[in-house]
Nanobody
Framework: QVRLVESGGGLVQPGGSLRLSCAAS????????MGWYRQAPGKERELVGG???????DYADSVKGRFTISRDNAKNTLYLQMNSLKPEDTAMYYC???????WGQGTQVTVSS
């Protein structure tokens, strides 16, 4: 059974940083493309970005230059480093296995002074 568990969310001031982690179990993590989505209250779900099995990344324009996705295949873990956070980054962040369609339960990120 595949399980994705996010962690690392919280409250941060504008301009601050957070690193989200997503621990995967039960899947062949190393060969699956993975990524992050987010959803703010009252808004549609938005693709933040993704990373291929080989490490190639792509990002939404709204986070490009501020967010970095990485993976540690030895630890079956996906990361989202978020810098220069803005209030509009406030959302529930979800880890996604693009290949097999699995989602984590989400972790809340709130950017506020």
């Amino acid at each position: 059974q595949v399980r994705l568990v996010e962690s690392g969310g919280g409250l941060v001031q504008p301009g601050g940083s957070l690193r989200l982690s997503c621990a995967a179990s039960g899947s062949i993590f190393s060969i699956n493309a993975m990524g992050w989505y987010r959803q703010a209250p009252g808004k549609e779900r938005e693709l933040v970005g993704g990373i291929s099995s080989g490490g190639s990344t792509d990002y939404a324009d709204s986070v490009k230059g501020r967010f970095t996705i990485s993976r540690d295949n030895a630890k079956n873990t996906l990361y989202l480093q978020m810098n220069s956070l803005k209030p509009e980054d406030t959302a529930m962040y979800y880890c996604v296995d693009f290949k097999d369609g699995y989602w984590g339960q989400g972790t809340q990120v709130t950017v506020s002074s």
